[in-house]
């Protein structure tokens, strides 16, 4: 009941764009912050974007400011990640986290502050 599940992965072109979804349990909407995270083979796992849920307040990672939008649908219990503009080096495994605590209130956060993750979905960007 409290797995998350990622979808919308796949293979795309440099310039193009891809939409990432994810289910969550509907009590992370209420009061709690939801998390993209990416990792690639011999890195570890880095914080993208987040949202805090009860506000909307979002936050990015430099690298994807302006490229990247984390949104919701409160009713869907739906998390999703808009990436445009994609590059070869964006390619990785795409993960969901949530957590009930509201660090991303200010920062997106660490791996450490998510307690739920999703299995991933590859994300495979050719130039």
């Known amino acids: 009941q409290d797995q998350l599940m990622e979808s919308g992965g796949g293979s795309v072109h440099a310039g193009e764009s891809l939409r990432l979804s994810c289910a969550a349990p509907?009590?992370?909407?209420?009061?709690?912050?939801l998390g993209w995270f990416r990792q690639v083979p011999g890195k570890e796992r880095e914080g993208l974007a987040s949202l805090y849920s009860p506000t909307g307040v979002t936050f990015y990672r430099e690298s994807v400011n302006g490229r990247f939008t984390i949104s919701q649908d409160i009713a869907a219990h739906t998390v999703y990640l808009s990436m445009t503009d994609l590059a070869p080096d964006d390619g990785g495994t795409y993960y969901c986290a949530a957590s009930l605590r509201d660090f991303c209130r200010w920062e997106v956060g660490s791996v450490g502050n998510y307690y739920n993750w999703g299995q991933g979905t590859q994300v495979t960007v050719s130039s």
């Open positions: 509907a009590y992370f909407f209420d009061a709690g912050c």
